[in-house]
């Protein structure tokens, strides 16, 4: 048999979709797909669903001539050389034929007499539910499946996929016809079914496909099954699993067997063809990692194996072992954990992974060598995961496993708070206790919450997770980006530094100029050498709100660089040396100050608007607070701020999130290790001026400048939209205080609103730097503007041209990865989430004009302002 042509997709009259597969040789197939199952079974009807596969091969017109089927059906088909079976799942019910190639037609023909609606003869009903308790009863002998159907009903307690698909003894010993009936009605509906055809479909005239449409038709289109949707199937989320299960029961054995599982995600989550490696590199074959510890070296089992369950809804990673003697099964446990704990990190073996990749691509490979294994492989690709091509792409993520993704993997789902554990004993036995065993299943280590406490920002924004040790990371992948951005910001600064101890003012700067100047392992040249060498940055930051550190390179050099970073991070040395060195420019720019005019000014309205407020004073501090601070302050604000519920990270740029969990899980140790436990909550609000104030400098110099303002808002107040709106109008070429003061009257060069939104109230107003015998016009004409402005309020063209301009401005603005990086990692930091862009759009586009009014009239006009002038 061979084929090099990809699969047809047709759809019949009613919806019903048909992939038509053309394979050369001797033998055709048809499956027929209904995409329900036990899933979709209420409680009473546990088992209907395998009931109703057991009664559709009977014979179709049984009930209208009242007479008992006679297995017509099956008759048939082995009349012409062919075979039907049928199977149900959780989450599906598939029933299929294959026979010679030149009966081919006639099977699918009569075969499909079964799809039209029918009714059940009771005689028929009860001889098969007879059958079916005798298909139970022979499973309740089985350990295997009993052993299995123990751990998933301990697993998914409330979930369907606790209860067997056969059912129970009780549900099929009071089910009807009607009731069966009526399951067979919810649920065998056009919208849930799908139809495959693999075998010599091509021939030269191309008469064979269409008879084989038009039979498909005939059988399964509109004139037999109407067109219905499927109803809805959100159905029972499993909660996650708090502790541990465990479960030990006797059973009729000789030897011990156990079985362990993991909660991990549905089919069509992009971990799942992964975690097929992973089990295969424990526990797949002689030569796994499970079977060779456990068998060859402990001596502790008959047999070891780890594999995979991966249905439509989340699934279970498992571990079963035959053991020699219950008493082992402490010791078990603990060198299971011990060999998960070794890939944990990290030691899997590139040529383990590579063994694994090879199985699994010739498992997939032989079974499509026959038209059946063909037929169910793209029946699941295009019904249960909705797409044939995956394949094509499942390959590429497997070939793409390293240890590093195995790592991520085991720290992430095979943890304690994931698993359960069924024990079936011989009988006589006492029932094995459990008691200290849950301690030998690791915790959740570095991403073992992510996957439950991910959230994925709306309109293309990051993944906002916290990491176990309380870390809050935000990533946004920009795939193909040759660029990342690392930006690790934490609550403190200046505001900080004053509510802790006024002498270490100027602290946090000084720590952000040292912070990446060596470390424990290396000096700064050393580091200056690895990161300029790799034309990357390396840099502390620190302001009035906030400190940090963030790094730029290119993404070639993620592996190198990110160790780097989390080492300057974590383990700073501040040397004498260095901070001598950031001491001197740090004074040396103080003493600058008053050289710059501008800076002059914002030093005095500050200091005179939020008097005793941190928010007044300049984050370098004062030449005396620098001469004062030594090595162990800096030490000491870096320990109490480098804490992981004090700091967020934000990762931006072209690696993938396989790559950033593998740093993540050792940073996230590491940083445990933080002691701290400091949280910067907020400090009394700055004090509201009851009057106006004045204030200035004179150093006759040929220009003046002038600052005009009052107390702002915060980050938090719904009023920051209003505010930046009124900026935009106000400011900008276009904007009123260029027109004005600028294009009308020619008072200046330099004329532009200026504002802060703080933790707690910032400021708001407006600079402008003018000829000295302008200063009092251009104070007057700001006034004027303002008064307009808080009175008439703006135009329908200005709001429209601010926004433009304001969210034009923001996308651009965020067009750099570390732009990206560092609006996600302050946004997280202050506000504990992101805003999405199509969120950030909306609370623009919904100011109004009278919005823009009252806040200008509130903070710019009403309010007592405070005038400096620097001459």
């Known amino acids: 048999m061979s084929t090099s042509q990809k699969p047809e997709e047709h759809v019949l009259s009613n919806g019903i979709p048909v992939v038509l597969q053309h394979l050369d040789g001797p033998v055709g197939t048809f499956h027929w797909w209904n995409l329900t199952g036990s899933t979709d079974e209420r409680a009473e009807e546990a088992g209907f669903a395998h009931f109703l596969e057991h009664m559709l091969f009977k014979d179709s017109g049984a009930k209208e001539t009242g007479t008992a089927s006679t297995g017509k059906t099956a008759r048939v088909i082995e009349s012409l050389g062919g075979e039907i079976n049928a199977y149900t799942t959780f989450d599906q019910t598939v029933y299929h034929v294959t026979c010679s190639e030149q009966f081919w037609e006639s099977a699918i023909d009569h ?71 009526s399951y067979y009605r919810r649920n065998y509906v056009s919208a849930r079914m799908g139809l495959v055809l693999v075998g010599p479909i091509q021939d030269r005239t191309g008469a064979r496909k269409k008879k084989l449409l038009s039979i498909l038709e005939k059988r399964f289109g509109s004139g037999v099954i109407s067109r219905r949707s499927a109803p809805d199937s959100s159905g029972v989320i499993e909660k996650p699993l708090q502790r541990p299960r465990f479960l030990s029961k006797h059973f009729d054995i000789k030897s011990p067997e156990m079985v362990a599982s993991f909660r991990i995600p549905e089919l069509t989550h992009p971990d799942s063809p992964l975690l097929e490696v992973l089990a295969g590199v424990l526990g797949s074959g002689e030569s796994s990692r499970l079977y060779q510890r456990l068998f060859y ?76 294994g063909l037929a169910s492989r793209l029946g699941f690709l295009k019904f249960s995961l909705g797409d044939l091509r995956f394949d094509s792409e499942y390959l590429d993520q497997i070939k793409a496993v390293t240890p590093s993704t195995l790592k991520r993997l085991s720290h992430q789902y095979l943890t304690r708070s994931r698993s359960s554990l069924v024990l079936f004993q011989p009988n006589g036995e006492p029932l094995q206790s459990f008691d200290g065993m849950e301690k030998l299943i690791p915790e959740p280590t570095s991403v073992g919450h992510i996957e439950t406490r991910t959230k994925k920002v709306d309109g293309g924004g990051p993944e906002i997770f916290t990491l176990s040790s309380g870390l809050r990371v935000s990533f946004f992948e920009r795939k193909g980006s040759p660029v990342y951005s690392i930006y690790a910001a934490a609550f403190g600064g200046s505001r900080s530094e004053l509510k802790m101890d006024k002498g270490l003012l100027g602290g946090s700067n000084l720590l952000s100029r040292t912070w990446a100047k060596g470390t424990q392992k290396r000096d700064s040249k050393e580091i200056s050498a690895m990161v300029e060498g790799a034309a990357a940055s390396l840099d502390g930051f620190s302001g009035r709100n906030s400190l940090g550190l963030q790094s730029t390179g290119l993404t070639r050099d993620w592996d190198r660089l990110s160790s780097l970073f989390t080492e300057v991070l974590l383990e700073p040395s501040f040397s004498e040396d260095e901070l001598s060195h950031a001491k001197r420019v740090i004074e040396d720019q103080i003493k600058s100050i008053p050289d710059h005019s501008s800076q002059v000014c914002s030093k005095l309205f500050l200091e005179n608007l939020f008097g005793d407020h941190p928010y007044s004073a300049h984050p370098y501090g004062t030449l005396e607070h620098v001469e004062r601070l030594q090595r162990s302050h800096v030490q000491h604000l870096h320990s109490t701020f480098i804490n992981p519920k004090n700091m967020v990270l934000s990762i931006c740029g072209g690696i993938s999130r396989e790559e950033l969990d593998s740093w993540l899980s050792d940073l996230d140790q590491r940083i445990k290790e933080q002691k701290s436990t400091f949280h910067q909550g907020l400090i009394h609000p700055p004090a509201a001026l009851k009057a106006p104030r004045w204030a200035g400098a004179s150093f006759g110099r040929e220009q003046t400048h002038i600052m005009v303002g009052g107390m702002g808002v915060t980050m938090y107040q719904p009023e920051r939209h209003a505010l930046r709106i009124l900026q935009n109008i106000l400011g900008g070429q276009s904007g009123r205080l260029f027109i004005e003061l600028r294009e009308k009257r020619s008072m200046a060069y330099s004329v532009s609103p200026v504002s802060m939104e703080g933790l707690e109230a910032g400021y708001a107003g407006t600079y402008i730097a003018c000829a000295p015998d302008k200063k009092d016009d251009a104070i007057s004409e700001i006034h004027r503007v303002i008064e307009v402005m808080a009175k008439k309020g703006p135009t329908r063209a200005e709001m429209d041209r601010a926004k433009n301009y304001y969210l034009g401005q923001r996308a651009m603005d965020l067009q750099a990865t570390w732009s990206l990086a560092s609006n996600f990692g302050l946004e997280l930091l202050f506000k504990d989430s992101v805003t999405s862009e199509a969120e950030v759009r909306k609370s623009i586009e919904r100011v109004t004009p009278t919005q823009v009014r009252s806040v200008c009239h509130n903070l710019l006009l009403h309010a007592p302002q405070v005038t400096v002038v620097v001459s």
């Open 111 to 181: 075969f499909g007499k079964m799809a039209k609606p029918q009714k059940f003869l009771r005689d028929d009903f009860e001889r098969e539910r007879e059958v079916i308790l005798e298909e139970l009863r022979r499973g309740e002998d089985s350990p295997d499946r009993q052993l299995y159907q123990s751990l998933f009903h301990l697993t998914y307690r409330k979930h369907p996929y606790g209860r067997p698909v056969i059912g129970f003894e009780k549900t099929l010993k009071t089910a009807t016809v009607q009731k069966l009936e």
């Open 297 to 372: 070296n402990k001596a502790l089992v008959t047999d070891a194996s780890a594999s995979v369950y991966i249905p439509k809804n989340p699934g279970m990673f498992l571990i079963s072992a035959e053991m020699k003697k219950t008493s082992d099964l402490a010791p078990l446990l603990e060198e299971i954990f011990d060999e998960i704990n070794l890939v944990s990190r990290g030691d899997a073996r590139k040529d383990e992974i590579e063994r694994v990749i090879t199985n699994i691509e010739s498992e997939k490979l032989y079974a499509t060598q026959t038209v059946d």
